[in-house]
């Protein structure tokens, strides 16, 4: 079974330019989550799916942030303008619907923002 | 925000010797999950342990959790050059949508062989 697939795996932009990180989730998944992982820090939730839904979007900064789940399978997100802070790893996971299940992550997209 | 503090921070141990990790949380929890994360990939599940569990097993790991304390340890028997990651506790509140997940800081673990 294909695992998340994210891509591109690495991006180096500069500041104010926009940015935008593809995932592809595991077959049959319905909910897929979007985290923003600090270095030495643990992920943190930026927005959850359900299918094509936007259920949980509270952290993420919609000033500058969005995201979209066309057809609820893949997903974008997308920085414009990007700034220094926003330098991070973006992870993707999915999950079956529903349950306490376990979460899929895919490998992330490190952005450095110069 | 972060749910999880984890201690220690970091751990440093040779290969065979037993690795103890400690996880500390705020909120009352459906369930507490582990994840390790190799360097510059992902997180891979490790284990799920339930409110109303107190210890679980899955090969060479030990999980326990006590809810009077909040808290729960993990523990890596018999440790591997490959055990080398980060390893992360996340939790699901009792009242959180979806399968919502907080993540602690994370343990670096260094197995030395």
């Known amino acids: 079974e294909a695992g998340v697939v994210q891509s591109p795996r690495y991006k180096i932009i500069e500041k104010k330019q926009p940015v935008a990180f593809w995932c592809n989730p595991i077959?049959?998944?319905?909910?897929l989550y979007w985290y923003l992982q600090n270095l030495g820090q643990g992920p943190e939730l930026l927005i959850r799916y359900e299918n094509e839904e936007a259920v949980d979007d509270s952290q993420l900064p919609k000033d500058r942030f969005s995201a979209e789940r066309l057809k609820g399978v893949d997903s974008t997100l997308k920085i414009q303008p990007a700034e220094l802070g926003d330098s991070a790893v973006y992870l993707c996971a999915s999950s079956h619907r529903g349950g306490k299940a376990e979460q899929f992550f895919g490998p992330g997209t490190r952005l450095t923002v110069l | 925000s972060q749910q999880g503090e984890e201690d220690p921070q970091a751990l440093s141990i040779q290969e065979g010797e037993n690795a103890t990790m400690n996880c500390s949380y705020k909120t009352s929890i459906n369930n507490l999950q582990w994840y390790r994360q190799n360097s510059g990939r992902g997180l891979v599940h490790l284990i799920l342990?339930?409110?109303?569990?107190r210890e679980k097993h899955s090969g060479r790991l030990r999980v326990t959790l006590d809810t009077s304390k909040k808290s729960s340890s993990l523990l890596i028997t018999a440790s591997r050059a490959a055990d080398t990651a980060s390893y992360f506790c996340a939790t699901v509140a009792i009242k959180a949508a979806g399968n919502k997940l907080t993540f602690g800081g994370g343990t670096r673990v260094l197995v030395k062989p």
């Open positions: 342990i339930r409110s109303n569990e």
């Open positions: 077959s049959g998944h319905n909910t």
